[in-house]
């Protein structure tokens, strides 16, 4: 059995659409749901601390932009294999790298306080 023929250019949507949706999710706080690790509650979208201890918003942000990154990743499966065989293999790396690059700047006042 072998693997679809859009495979590879489904990894690479993935790997572009979910890199840039954590970026935005984070930035924005578009976190699917709030995790409340001092009384162990969970709360949906992004919530402010309760009572005991602060909020983790990181899960929610993972699981939207997996979620985001999947239906992409899936929808490009979809497409025609002359669209697909066109796509750039090395955006699975540069995109991750760029968002890197802009998590740098948005954190460099709070490294360089």
Known sequence: MSPPRNLSASCVVFG????????????KNYALFTYHPAIGAFGWGAEKAREG?????WYGWIS?????????????ML???????????????????????????????????
């Open 64 to 76: 939207t932009s997996g979620i985001v990154g999947l239906a992409a990743g899936l929808l490009a």
């Open 16 to 27: 572009v659409v979910c890199s840039l949706t954590y970026l935005l999710a984070v930035w």
């Open 79 to 113: 497409l025609p294999a002359r669209l697909t065989d066109r796509l750039w293999t090395g955006l699975a790396w540069f995109a991750p790298l760029c968002a890197m690059g802009v998590f740098g700047y948005i954190l460099r006042s709070y490294f360089l306080h």
């Open 53 to 57: 201890g602060p909020a983790m918003y």
